[in-house]
């Protein structure tokens, strides 16, 4: 079985800062990760992926994510955020020849003035 | 351009109903999910269907039903016998149904208990 731990549910930064968004999972097998961004009152967006190789995964948007494999984890990063960013951003992983995603319970990411 | 479309955008259900939501994508994928969003819990999946006329239950199918007869449309019935249908649906399509894909994703229907 695999789960989902985003760390954070609310994140409030100020315009210009960087900022991260924490993601772990936990699973017995080699999984896909994955970031995606939901706007108010829309669907989902993919950012990002990690499927193997390189650690460091860019994606839309000026994000960036690592994968620790050690740490089991899959942290979401920006260098310098905009108001634009506000939104809320879910953490998902896919065990590699499966089917179904696990997604996290999310973080809102609040972008200050 | 190619995309999923759910309707309609907003749903409102009166105690006893049954109501349908619609998704329809011009993608050529060929897996196709529903999930359903509540404040604070993620997404969770309701059914998926990997082929025409084919489907499997997800982790909280009770009180839905779902059809996929053609391969661009999987609409999802919301029964009277799910007691609490309050929530944001989405659909979500891949192309083969392999993990390494990542969903595409509907705008999303919002549907309300009245």
């Known amino acids: 079985a695999q789960s989902v731990t985003q760390l954070d549910s609310q994140v409030p930064v100020f315009e210009e800062a960087p900022v991260e968004l924490r993601c772990n999972y936990s699973?017995?097998?080699?999984?896909?990760l994955f970031w995606y961004v939901q706007y108010p009152n829309q669907g989902l967006q993919l950012l990002l992926k990690y499927l193997s190789g390189s650690t460091l995964v860019k994606g839309i948007n000026g994000f960036e994510a690592e994968f620790n494999k050690s740490q089991t984890s899959f942290h979401l990063r920006k260098p310098s955020v905009h108001i634009s960013d506000t939104a809320e951003y879910f953490c998902?992983?896919?065990?590699?020849?499966?089917?179904?995603?696990?997604f996290g319970a999310g973080t809102r990411l609040f972008v200050k003035a | 351009d190619g995309g999923i479309t759910q309707s309609p955008k907003y749903l409102f259900r009166k105690e006893g109903q049954n109501v349908t939501l619609s998704c329809e994508q011009n993608l050529n994928h060929d897996a196709m999910y529903w999930y359903r969003q509540d404040p604070g819990q993620g997404l969770r999946l309701i059914y998926y269907?990997?082929?025409?006329?084919?489907?499997q239950k997800g982790d909280i199918a009770e009180g839905y039903s779902v059809s996929r007869e053609k391969k661009e449309s999987f609409p999802l019935t919301v029964t009277s016998a799910q007691k609490n249908p309050t929530a944001f649906y989405l659909c979500a399509s891949t192309p083969n149904g392999g993990s390494n894909y990542g969903y595409t994703f509907g705008s999303g229907t919002r549907l309300t208990v009245v």
């Open positions: 699973s017995s097998v080699s999984v896909y």
């Open positions: 998902a992983v896919t065990n590699t020849g499966g089917f179904k995603t696990i």
């Open positions: 269907s990997q082929i025409v006329n084919d489907f």
